[in-house]
C-alpha cells in the first residue's frame, strides 16, 4: 500500500476508475444493488439538483433511483450517468439502433432487394420504420402498406413470390378463426407461397395497441364498444380532437412520438418483425 493512501478515507464509494461510467438511455435494463429492483429505463429527468431514473418492473410498477453508483447492467457493475448529449447522439455515435441490434458504423443505405414486408397500412409501416428503419436499411428491404388485407391473395399472385424474391405479411389481429387467419391460410396455400411467403400476426385490433400503456402514461388501453369505430373511440376516451381522418393522423402522431425504441412496444409485436426480418435476410 502507498503511503500516500494513509489516513482517513471515505472507503464507503468505489473510486471513479473502477467502473465503466455509461450515460442512461431509455429501454436500459438495469438492477438496483441495494434494493434488488430490476426495471427498464423509461423516464430520467433533474429533480432537486440531481438526475434521477425511474425503472419500470415486468408488472409494470415503477422506482425512481438518483444516477450514479449502485446499478448493474447485463450483470455487471457500472456508474449510471446522465443522458449523453444530443449532438453526440445525431451524429451516430450510439451503439444501437432503436430496434436494439448494434449499430453499423458508416454503414450506408443498401439498394433495395426485390424481397418485401408487407404491412396493413401506414401506420404500421411508421412504426416499424421508426424502430427497425435503420436495420432495414442495412439489409435494403422496403416495408410497404397494404391498405387492408381482403385482397391479399390477388396481391402475392401479382408479386410472384420466389426464391430471391420474398415477402413477410404483418397482420393484425391474426388470431384463431378470424377473418385474417382464414384469408392468411388462402395466400399460403397458393402456389409459391410455401418457403417464400410468411405471414405473421399480433392479436391487437390495431397496431396503435402494439405500444405498451405505460409509455402512455395510462394502466391499460381504452376498451371500445362494439360498433364504434375504434381509433375514434381510442381518441375520444384520450379526449384528443377525433371528428375528421386529419385528427386521426394526429393523435397517432403523438402515440407514434412516444416511441423511442422496442422497449416501449409489446413484445408480441416485437417477436413477429423480426421473425419476418429473419425470414426475407437469413438464406
Known sequence: MSYQNWGPQDITAPRKTELPEVPVERGMVLEDVQS?????????EKSGGMHVVALEDRRGKSRTFQ???????????????PPAPR?????????????GSVRVAGQRAQVAKASRIWVEGKHDAELVEKVWGDDLRVEGIVVEPLHGIDDLTAAVAA?????????GVLVDH???????????????????????????GHPYVDVWQAIRPAVLGIDAWPVIPRGVDWKTGILTAFGWPHETKEDIGLGWQKLLGAVRSYADLEPSLLGRVEEVIDFLTVP
Open 159 to 167: 408479386f410472384r413470390p420466389g426464391p430471391g424474391r420474398r415477402l
Open 174 to 200: 391474426l388470431v384463431a378463426n378470424s377473418k385474417e387467419s382464414r384469408i392468411a391460410d388462402a395466400v399460403m396455400a397458393s402456389p409459391g407461397a410455401a418457403g417464400n411467403v410468411l405471414i405473421v
Open 36 to 44: 434488488g429492483w430490476v426495471g427498464a429505463v423509461t423516464r430520467v
Open 87 to 99: 449532438a453526440q447522439a445525431a451524429s451516430g455515435t450510439s451503439g444501437r439502433t432503436a430496434s
Open 67 to 81: 444516477l450514479g453508483y449502485g446499478f448493474l447492467l447485463e450483470g455487471l457493475p457500472i456508474r449510471l450517468m
